[in-house]
């Protein structure tokens, strides 16, 4: 499966984020970087994921990207788009509870040159490993599902090891 990849545009405040390929916690602190550079700029307005080329996407993924959405609502935005043609992708979505913090749409963007792609920025263990366990937090928030499903994780995260 081609390994993830983040690529990125803003035009006025609105922000574009499309995630190709098989998402993983790789990209975490790529993902999370950029969302703290989107709410610092004076002009956010707003931002759609496109997630039209994403073959797979992990929890800490969806967690972070549930972040976005709580940080968007909390500052008085309109509720980020994520575009998702792909059934699959869409029923993730659904069974994670993102109904309630996205407008999801199956639409495909068809125009999307102006976009960069992002370097992949890596992190220590530590901050991966806080990044893992904010994002599913965040993910244990939206519904009890997800509250039970994360439960022990969170709880693994959260103790410290004996070695340290």
């Known amino acids: ?3 993830g990849k983040m690529l990125v545009a803003d035009h006025q405040g609105t922000y574009m984020i499309k995630l190709i390929g098989d998402v993983r916690l790789t990209l975490c602190n790529t993902i999370d970087d950029y969302i703290e550079q989107m709410f610092s700029a004076d002009n956010f307005a707003g ?11 992990d929890s800490t993924s969806l967690g972070l990207l549930a972040k976005l959405a709580i940080q968007a609502k909390q500052r008085g935005f309109d509720r980020p788009t994520i575009l998702s043609p792909n059934p699959d992708i869409t029923r993730l979505l659904q069974s994670m509870g993102f109904a309630k913090v996205f407008n999801i749409y199956s639409d495909e963007i068809t125009n999307a040159e102006d976009l960069k792609e992002l370097p992949v920025r890596c992190g220590s263990e530590t901050q991966v490993r806080n990044k893992v366990l904010e994002a599913h937090k965040v993910l244990m928030g939206l519904n009890e599902q997800n509250r039970a499903d994360f439960h022990d994780l969170v709880c693994a995260l959260e103790t410290p090891k004996a070695s340290q």
Do not use: F, H, N
């Open 1 to 3: 499966m081609q390994s």
């Open 47 to 57: 931002v759609t994921i496109d997630l039209a080329e994403t073959l797979g996407i």
